[in-house]
Nanobody, 118 residues
Framework: VQLVESGGGLVQPGGSLRLSCAAS????????MTWVRQAPGKGPEWVSG????????KVGDSVKGRFIISRDNAKNTLYLQMNSLRPEDTALYYC????????????WGQGTQVTVSS
């Protein structure tokens, strides 16, 4: 199993970024997926999740109305569109494979850094 995130960077408050997560080594379309972030000095925070066919998604309260999760099963890729970014969104963002109810994860990528600053 391999998950490789990309798309992070430095962005000004109010800006947008689109993260990608390329999956390989397993049947991507068989698994729900999540995005999790970790800010410096803080614990992991669940950001968003999407079921296998992409028909249902959920986002955390802190990003609701600003972040959109999606997936392309033909490309084995997970996305996170982040809009109206705030300094408090600064974190290392990971994609992770889901293995059951309640969004538990068994594999994570190496993460991509998002920094929101003027």
């Amino acid at each position: 199993v391999q998950l490789v995130e990309s798309g992070g960077g430095l962005v000004q408050p109010g800006g947008s970024l689109r993260l990608s997560c390329a999956a390989s080594g397993f049947t991507f379309s068989n698994y729900a997926m999540t995005w999790v972030r970790q800010a410096p000095g803080k614990g992991p925070e669940w950001v968003s999740g999407i079921i296998q066919d992409g028909a249902w998604t959920k986002v955390g309260d802190s990003v609701k109305g600003r972040f959109i999760i999606s997936r392309d099963n033909a490309k084995n890729t997970l996305y996170l569109q982040m809009n109206s970014l705030r300094p408090e969104d600064t974190a290392l963002y990971y994609c992770a494979r889901v293995v059951g109810m309640g969004w538990p994860n068994d594999y994570w990528g190496q993460g991509t850094q998002v920094t929101v600053s003027s």
